[in-house]
């Protein structure tokens, strides 16, 4: 990708792993992978982490806020365990959906999302579409319907990327990650489609980085159906940073961006 991408009505906000999408003479906050209760899967460690989910609340009410949301799109994986959640999760899961009472909240159903419809009191949806754009939570194949819009958007695959800094220091950072349709392979799975891109979202919970793209990994690695059968191309499709900083493609970053960074001088940024 030549340029910055630009996508209309909708926004990255900058600094967050959140989109800013507007539809329906409304504007939408669009977050995916909350993973409520994924604090317990540290605490064997000896780190503790209280209200997880007030603090994530907090940042979307405060969101909503600066940028006027009458509405919440969740795109799965709303709860961390895969079963029915022990006791303690349903609470913070039931305490989360009053804190948002006042935005109307979209879930969509994520892989980890069993019994979440009961818990939350609302009935949860496969997939959404909000103007040119669908939103699904990314482990499932898309309708027929999403395949008509122009953008496709999940979450799923908690994206990130591994840097190295001037110290030899190694770290993980949220990614986003922009791909593009391989018009020939997607032909193999729907009669017509006018998807052009592809938007995976990184996880909006604070403690998942995410699993860091690059080189050494392979589509068959992937888990979106998407990816894994060549839907939209792996391989060459673009990485920002969470800060919107342009990384380079997926086929170019290793597990170290240092070397990268040196060479392309991080020139193309995406919007805000």
Known sequence: MSEKPSFSGLRFVYGEPVLLLRAKRSEWLVVGDIHIGAE???????IRVYNLWEQMSRKLLSL??????KGLVLTGDIKDSILYPESWEQNDIRRFAKSLSGLEVVALRGNHDAHIGEIMGIELKDELTLGDYALLHGNK?????????KVLITGH??????ITDANGGVYSEKAWLIASINTSNAKKF???????????????NPLILGTPVGAERHDKDNISPLF???VFDYANADVYSIDGIYMGKVN???????ALSRK?????????
């Open 190 to 204: 729907y009669a017509s489609s006018k998807a052009k891109s592809l938007i995976v979202m990184p996880a909006f």
């Open 228 to 230: 894994r059968n060549g």
């Open 157 to 162: 695959n908690h994206v990130a990327v591994r």
């Open 141 to 149: 194949w898309p309708s027929k319907e999403a395949m008509s819009k």
């Open 252 to 258: 170019s970053l290793s597990s170290s961006y240092e």
């Open 64 to 69: 909503a806020g600066t940028f006027s949301a």
């Open 40 to 46: 317990r899967r540290i605490s064997d460690k000896g």
């Open 264 to 272: 392309t001088g991080k020139k193309k940024k995406l919007s805000p």
